[in-house]
């Protein structure tokens, strides 16, 4: 059981806009700390996607974008692309805890 | 561009010490603007943060793994390491190395090593 929870999947139609959840609580999101968004291709190590919320590194598309509000955070896709098949972790910091957390992770799948 | 590199047994028998190093190149370790870090992923299941050090010495662990976990940093060699003692079949997982960004409202993995996977079994 993960502290952050994401839907286990989502799928979409190339070109469609697709989003995750990730739903926390008040000692990690609802806290005020930060949600980052990573993307794992099938047998690779993950690749950060999304920082601070809504920030993208350089090299990530604008296609990719991140919100946050209350207790939740979301990624969102638009413009679907086959590559974009992966899995998607959700992650922030937890008080109560004292570590890092991750939520359970999503796989997408382009239909 | 900063590169991590994890190398170490692939296999390790129950009850004895997983130990990991991570190489980083490209970039110094003691440059002061990341903590470096180990994530863990077991087969087919989500990402698990085990701890982070700092160049200076500082460590920070994952409390549920904490009396099992040591974390150092070499950086004359521009390397940290990770060990995990008394190990089960519960630590067999691909285990990636990871430098993060610390600030005020938590933390990033901003780059990471391709992983390598460590076996727990007799």
Not at chain 1, 80 to 100: H, V
Not at chain 2, 10 to 25: E, F, M, N, Y
Not at chain 2, 98 to 117: E, I, K, N, S, V
């Amino acid at each position: 059981q993960s502290v952050l929870t994401q839907p286990p999947s989502v799928s979409g139609a190339p070109g469609q806009r697709v989003t995750i959840s990730c739903t926390g609580s008040s000692s990690n999101i609802g806290a005020g700390y930060d949600v980052h968004w990573y993307q794992q291709l099938p047998g690779t190590a993950p690749k950060l996607l999304i920082y601070g919320n809504s920030n993208r590194p350089s090299g990530v598309p604008d296609r990719f974008s991140g919100s946050k509000s209350g207790t939740s955070a979301s990624l969102a896709i638009t413009g679907l692309q086959a590559e974009d098949e992966a899995d998607y972790y959700c992650q922030s910091y937890d008080s109560s805890l004292r570590k890092g957390v991750f939520g359970g992770g999503t796989k997408l799948t382009v239909l | 561009q900063v590169q991590l590199q994890e190398s170490g047994p692939g296999l390790v028998k129950p009850s004895q010490t997983l130990s990991l190093t991570c190489t980083v190149s490209g970039g110094s370790i003691s440059s002061g603007d990341y903590y470096w870090s180990w994530i863990r992923q077991p087969p087919g299941k989500g990402l698990e943060w085990i701890g982070y050090i700092y160049y200076s010495g500082s460590t920070y662990y994952n409390p549920s793994l904490k009396s099992r976990v040591t974390i150092s940093v070499d950086t004359s060699k521009n390397q940290f390491s990770l060990k995990l003692s008394s190990v089960t079949a519960a630590d067999t997982a691909v285990y990636y190395c990871a430098r993060a960004h610390y600030y005020d409202r938590g933390d990033y993995f901003a780059g990471w090593g391709q992983g390598t996977l460590v076996t727990v079994s007799s």
